[in-house]
């Protein structure tokens, strides 16, 4: 599976967002689903994940409350809405597939999206 990660930009504090993850291939539905995100000198960290029939969801700390992760496995499309943004949101994000695994820990994840830009500043 392809995965083409969009939505990104700069946006003020407070404002919404909404990141969307267009996957290539007839079985994505088959997939379970990630969010991540980095900054410049830090390590990838985990954002959202969702199961492959949108049954189980998992949030950061950091997010839960905020950002909402969706699927329409009928537009093969990922989504990360993200509420209530915060300067500290800023980071490149990134998609991930696994048709297998599922979880925190972007290793267990083996297809990448190239990542989209949110930057939030006043």
């Known amino acids: 599976v392809q995965l083409q990660a969009s939505g990104g930009g700069l946006v003020q504090p407070g404002d919404s967002l909404r990141l969307s993850c267009a996957a290539s291939?007839?079985?994505?539905?088959?997939?379970?689903m990630g969010w991540f995100r980095q900054t410049p000198g830090k390590e990838r960290e985990f954002v959202a994940a969702?199961?492959?029939?949108?049954?189980?969801?998992a949030y950061a700390d950091s997010v839960n409350g905020r950002f909402t992760i969706s699927r329409d496995n009928a537009k093969n499309t990922v989504y990360l809405q993200m509420n209530s943004l915060k300067p500290e949101d800023t980071a490149v994000y990134y998609c991930?597939?696994?048709?297998?695994?599922?979880?925190?820990?972007?290793?267990?994840?083996?297809?990448w999206g190239q990542g989209t830009l949110v930057t939030v500043s006043s």
């Open positions: 291939g007839r079985t994505f539905s088959s997939y379970n």
């Open positions: 969702i199961t492959w029939n949108g049954g189980s969801t």
């Open positions: 991930a597939a696994d048709r297998i695994r599922y979880g925190r820990i972007d290793s267990l994840y083996n297809y």
